[in-house]
């Protein structure tokens, strides 16, 4: 190979390896920004090493430029106005492919949490529907130590059972010095308990903000009845609510990922 056919090919790494890092600039920034949640975590690994195999290209083109140290000859002027018309092109199609990534982006964020969205739900009746007798239990609200440590059983038992098993809290409404509240049991809750304390309610109350309160207000009203889900920078929440008779529970399934679930 020739030292002009080294250059050439030289200047086609290079500016591949540029065209590339760009792109990839251009989908860190996005992922970054947005907070999208998009690939597995081996994919999301190797995507984010990729960049050394660009800066890989760069540096070894510009060295053999270097060492050659040649440059371009001019063509002719009808070559020159066939290119420039050829570069145009070359230019738009580049440009297009700016938001055909963040359409790819934004679409494997929202299948990612698609998929959440249904593992949580079907957590949700896996607990509920699963074991009747599990299921009358926690409906069957009463704030005492035994209905706080059957709770907390019944969610371990489940969240030992299925790795999958995010994060969850059951909430039921109540009161304190008459003022209405929204108190949270977990699967950690038994270790709050001493046989010589009776519970309190404080130790259980349950935040929430304005829109989730709007929420649970209508739920616990009997005026709605739907599934409350969200999710923001890898945060998935999952308000699901359980009715048998005149008794009103709520689900409420918290988990936060790294990755996304599109891949291997």
Do not use: C
Not at 5 to 14: E, F, H, M, T
Not at 113 to 124: G, T, V
Not at 230 to 237: F, R, T
């Amino acid at each position: 190979m020739t030292p002009k056919q080294l250059v050439k090919l030289s200047n086609a790494i290079g500016i591949t390896a540029i065209i590339l890092l760009v792109y990839w600039v251009f989908t860190f920034i996005i992922i970054q920004v947005f907070g999208l949640k998009v690939f597995r975590e081996n994919m999301t690994e190797t995507f984010y090493l990729s960049v050394l195999g660009i800066l890989a290209l760069m540096i070894g083109s510009l060295i053999i430029n270097v060492m050659f140290n040649l440059t371009r000859i001019a063509e002719t002027k009808n070559n020159d106005a066939n290119n420039a018309k050829s570069n145009k092109k070359t230019y738009l199609i580049l440009f297009i492919i700016f938001p055909i990534i963040g359409m790819i982006l934004f679409g494997g964020d929202y299948l990612t949490s698609n998929k959440k969205e249904k593992m949580l739900i079907k957590s949700a009746k896996s607990i509920l529907e699963k074991n009747e007798n599990n299921s009358s239990k926690l409906v069957n609200y009463e704030f005492s130590e035994k209905y706080i440590n059957e709770t907390s059983n019944i969610l371990e038992i489940y969240s030992e059972t299925d790795k999958n098993f995010p994060s969850v809290n059951l909430l039921v409404k109540d009161s304190i010095n008459g003022s209405p509240v929204y108190l949270g049991f977990n699967q950690s809750n038994f270790e709050k308990l001493n046989d010589t304390i009776e519970p309190n309610k404080k130790e259980y109350l349950y935040k929430t903000t304005q829109e989730e309160r709007e929420y649970l207000d209508k739920v616990f009203s009997g005026k709605s009845e739907e599934l409350r889900y969200s999710n923001h920078d890898g945060d998935y929440e999952l308000f699901y609510p359980y009715k048998k008779g005149k008794k009103t529970i709520v689900l409420y399934f918290s988990e936060y990922v790294r990755y996304g679930k599109l891949g291997s």
